[in-house]
């Protein structure tokens, strides 16, 4: 299995740029696809965007298409959200998810790093 440990979340405001990150531990992960969730305060925990671990595929929410962008390092195992243009809306806890590519479901995930926007 992957291990996941997310860093980079805090307090920002409305408009500022925050880049979080991923370390990435365990397998070879070329066999896995990557993916950033969210779960604001009293909703249900939404995937924002996802990539594979060459990077070359991605995917993101309607709700933050065009503002952010993920990214891997393969070299240093990471994997990266940027986030731009932030809104109060994203405020939340950031997760960071693995999935075999032949599979659904994401069998591993980070503890997690919390956004706080203000406006």
């Known amino acids: 299995q992957v291990q996941l440990v997310e860093s980079g979340g805090g307090l920002v405001q409305a408009g500022d740029s925050l880049r979080l990150s991923c370390a990435a531990s365990g397998r070879s992960f070329g066999e896995y696809a990557l993916g950033w969730f969210r779960r604001a305060p009293g909703k249900e925990r939404e995937r924002v965007a996802a990539i594979s671990w060459s990077g070359t595929t991605t995917y993101y929410a309607d709700s933050v298409k065009g503002r952010f962008t993920a990214s891997t390092d393969n070299a240093k195992n990471m994997v990266y959200l940027q986030m731009n243009s932030i809104k109060p809306e994203d405020t939340g806890d950031y997760y960071c998810?693995?999935?075999?590519?032949?599979?659904?479901?994401?069998?591993?995930w980070g503890q997690g790093t919390q956004v706080t926007v203000s406006s």
């Open positions: 998810a693995a999935r075999r590519t032949t599979e659904q479901q994401y069998e591993s």
